[in-house]
């Protein structure tokens, strides 16, 4: 195997959410690969992961999707992207070749090279310069496919708590589901509703004025939950604090406050 | 039973309103995961045994004609007999014949989950036989017709009140809610009809091969009267519980207990060997093992063996958040909970049963628990590909996903779909950056809001940076 480079070339993997909803998200997470010394590209012919096809039986359009990403980020070193769910995702490509198919192989490698940002951040590049602004109690949602899949628990807590203004209140059952699943949450609405309002209740009881994560699908969707029970707390993709790109207004959230919460 | 699985989310939808099941479940959380964890934390070489049940059990599966036998020899060894039954249908027939040979008029049975898979009860009282459960959750349940939402606490979906009114009722006594009081007016009338018994029925947690056992384990003690009282014991348990050595039992026996209840060991762990032998104090005079294959066999080579691994502990449905908010009735069938849901389609059909495996977020909290490590997502995920390629996917989901692979292969296309799908969020939710009701997306927006887009997309953002010569 290669010496890792000390500056490595990464192909940095949007994912559908950040680019259509978030891209504070892409930004602040490309911000972060640069500090921590990487060269960041975004290849051109990324999509989707395919995870929406694998998850419904549709392996044809699954494997299709995945020859696409294998082939899109063949040249990095890296394969980086702001969801343990995506990422995980493409750590499930190899299950859909066959032993003997070509594209099995070219899965494993992609597989090896494949990180959500914190762990990357910990894990690969060992960064300890988060620099960040940010003042205020916190507190944290693991979503599922980063913390079963990827075994993703420690690392964003490692990097929040090198920003001296931010204090963590972990929440009840911060591991259990919030409802989100993919097109679980419409095809099986009155059941997401109702894991998601459990998990609205443990974010509140934690007194915490900012609900982060890693997972933009389960951001929206707890967001859209605490804001239509017209709860004060406001949501927030993790790596906007650590990247210290918290101007914005957080998940729907309107720039004129007066707008941001139900009279 | 019935097989109420087509009606998943309707049943699921008046489940969440039911206040009393509602109320009910609230008790599943402080009555198993919390146990569990705190057993698991005192043992650290859990994880360990963990790997060396999967290993063993993979080796049994691998082994099962051969371990099958053996048992059988040792069972016939013993005084009994083994009867082989590939269908639902069989197994009935051969218990009722058993039963009628014995010239039974009531039996007493045992919790078997088995029994409730193929649908004994019903059998024998179409036959004139009375069968009168044991198990207090199963005796409430039978008293109150229905049946059982969990496999090891099948009244987990009652309440105190409910037992209270239905003992009231059986039983002629004065009401109560002292859950003491309770279990004494079920022991006395339980008494009675232990004593009376011709027949008793057991289910099985393990075969033994090596000695050509069979072993329950139970917190009431019901089994043992249940199995030495009657002259007859009819065993009935599925293929997959046998294990070759006693010693190998108690490997996965020390796994149940602690996944299960957080036990540390069962109370009560009853070996039955066969038939009552001279000097004996007590024991059956005929001791029958019904061995059910009911699908089990067509699992064996293919993707679906690593569920055959199941010992039934119910650690997956206890941590499974969508069990957690619907509880065990609304799966429509015997088994609930992720293992039902991969279960369930091989015994009833996947068209009846299309709705189970896709009713998980795929959070993997049932993988994490489950003591022999069955990767339960995987093989829902099985059922969804089968499904898929059967065209038993809604038309509807066929169509949506269609539409969207065919752009998600198409990066430009695909760019100017985010594009637009971008602008119109935006632009319905206005200043707000919010959407109360998606023209398209009630399924969301009747639950919570949908934020909207906080700008262009990225990928646009991106580009105009970097045509602008910002290159980050
Ligand atoms: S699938 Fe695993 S966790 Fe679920 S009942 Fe079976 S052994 Fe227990």
Redesign the pocket.
């Known amino acids: 195997m290669k010496e890792p480079s000390t500056q490595p070339l990464v192909g940095f993997f949007v994912t559908c959410l950040a680019d259509l909803y978030r891209p504070e998200v892409a930004f602040a997470s490309i911000k972060l690969l640069e500090l921590a010394g990487c060269r960041v590209e975004v290849p051109s012919q990324q999509t989707c992961c395919g995870q929406p096809a694998f998850n419904s039986g549709d392996n044809k359009n699954a494997a299709a999707l995945a020859k696409q990403t294998i082939a899109a980020f063949a040249d990095y070193e890296y394969v980086v992207g702001p969801s343990g769910s995506c990422i995980g995702m493409l750590h499930h490509y190899p299950e859909l070749f066959e032993e003997r198919d070509p594209w099995k192989q070219r899965a494993l490698d992609l597989k090896a090279r494949a990180f959500e940002i914190t762990s990357f951040l910990v894990d690969v590049r060992d960064f300890t310069q988060i620099q960040s602004r940010f003042q205020g109690q916190v507190t944290y949602h693991d979503s599922c496919s980063g913390l079963r899949e990827l075994k993703i628990k420690q690392q964003p807590r490692q990097l929040l708590a090198q920003i001296p203004g931010l204090t963590l209140t972990e929440m009840e059952d911060a591991e259990t589901c919030c409802g989100f699943g993919g097109t679980f949450c419409v095809k099986y609405p009155d059941i997401s509703n109702r894991m998601v309002s459990n998990k609205a209740e443990s974010v509140h009881q934690t007194g915490a004025e900012l609900l982060l994560g890693g997972d933009l699908g389960c951001l929206l969707n707890m967001a859209g939950k605490l804001s239509r029970e017209g709860r004060r707390v406001a949501v927030r993709h993790v790596v906007e604090i650590l990247a210290d790109e918290f101007a914005q207004p957080a998940l729907g959230q309107a720039a004129d406050a007066s707008l941001a919460y139900p009279a | 039973m019935q097989i109420r699985s087509p009606e998943f989310k309707q049943n699921a939808r008046i489940a969440l309103t039911d206040v009393g099941l509602q109320k009910a479940l609230g008790n599943v959380k402080t009555g198993f995961p919390d146990k569990r964890a705190k057993a698991v934390a005192r043992m650290p070489e859990f994880d360990a045994l963990r790997d060396q049940a999967r290993d063993l059990k993979n080796h049994i599966l691998q082994h099962l004609d051969l371990y099958l036998e053996i048992f059988e020899a040792n069972v016939i060894k013993q005084g009994g007999q083994v009867h082989w039954c590939r269908t639902a249908e069989d197994a009935r027939q051969t218990i009722l014949r058993l039963c009628q040979e014995a010239g039974a008029k009531t039996v007493t049975k045992g919790k078997s989950m088995v029994s409730e898979e193929i649908n004994l009860n019903a059998h024998l009282e179409a036959h004139g036989i009375q069968p009168v459960e044991t198990d207090l959750g199963e005796y409430i349940l039978q008293l109150r017709g229905d049946h059982p939402s969990h ?1 090891i606490a099948p009244a987990i979906h009652l309440n105190l009140e409910d037992v209270s009114e239905t003992f009231h009722q059986h039983h002629h006594k004065p009401k109560s809610m002292d859950a003491a009081v309770l279990m004494q007016e079920a022991r006395e009338t339980l008494r009675e009809k232990f004593v009376v018994a011709d027949v008793g029925i057991t289910g099985a947690n393990f075969l033994v091969a090596e000695t050509g056992s069979t072993l329950i384990v139970t917190n009431e003690g019901n089994g043992d009267l249940t199995q030495t009282l009657p002259k007859t014991h009819i065993v009935v348990s599925s293929i997959e519980k046998v294990v070759p050595t006693l010693e190998d039992m108690s490997l996965f026996l020390r796994l149940l207990a602690r ?1 299960a209840t957080g036990q540390e060991f069962t109370v009560y762990n009853t070996l039955s060997s066969g038939t009552k032998r001279l000097g004996d104090q007590d024991g059956p005079e005929a001791f029958h093992v019904v061995l059910v294959d009911n699908g089990r066999s067509d699992m064996l080579g293919g993707e679906l063996q690593e569920m055959l691994r ?7 449905m206890n941590h499974c958040p969508v069990y957690g908010a619907i509880g065990g009735h609304a799966y429509g069938w015997v088994y609930p909970g ?2 039902g849901s991969v279960l369930t389609p091989q015994m009833i059909g996947i068209e009846q049963a299309a709705l189970l495996p896709n009713a998980s977020t795929f959070c993997g909290k ?1 993988e994490e ?4 490590r ?1 990767p ?1 997502p995987k093989l829902m995920r099985h059922w969804r590909k089968n499904e898929f390629e059967r065209h038993l996917t809604p038309q509807a989901a066929r169509w949506g996903l269609g539409i969207w692979a065919f752009f998600a292969k198409r990066p430009s296309l695909y760019r100017l779909l985010s594009r637009i799908s971008n602008l119109s969020l935006r632009s319905l939710a206005g200043k707000k950056q919010r959407i109360e009701k998606l023209p398209f997306g009630q399924a969301w927006t009747q639950m919570r809001d949908m934020p909207a887009p906080s700008g262009k997309t990225f990928m646009q953002q991106w580009q105009a940076r970097n045509k602008t010569g910002h290159n980050s």
């Open positions: 496999i996944s199941c010992i039934r502990c119910a650690a997956c992720p293992m049932c628990v489950c003591p022999v069955i339960l």
